[in-house]
């Protein structure tokens, strides 16, 4: 499958073109590059039909792929029926947390969008500021001199 859809009939139609029986025909393979089973689950799940309006599903599909091969399997499962592999059980997201509600500064800001960026961003981003080279230096864990340093080997770079 190329083509993603939002459709669960569409994507059983396509699942189904593959599973029809013909002569001579023993077993399909279903190559999903687009991440349909994700989005709808595994083909032979039992789906709930009905005429009536429904609010679309949230969340995503009871299945999970595994880690080994790329198999995509039903979440409950406890080992890969194609590898062997042990699946880790996935625990739920908490839905509430203990803790207390802070207003964070701009510096606190500003370090968490650093540490979201990759070295070459980072050095793009803070260019010949000192200022921020020093932050980039606080991020990183490094020694409050590597700022001075890097600036002096752009400085050369430059000339």
Known sequence: ?????LSLSRYLQMTGRAMRAAPGKEFAVLLDH????LRHGLYDAEHEWSLEDRPRRPGKAPV???PGCGLVVPASCRSCPNCGE?????????VSAEGRLVEADPVTIEKMRIRAMGWRRELEWAGANYARLRLIGEVRGYHPGWAEHELRRQMEDAK
Do not use: F, H, K, S
């Open 34 to 37: 687009c991440g349909n089973a």
């Open 1 to 5: 499958m190329l083509a993603p859809t």
């Open 86 to 94: 042990a699946l880790v059980a996935i625990a739920p997201a908490p």
């Open 64 to 66: 999970r792929r595994c």
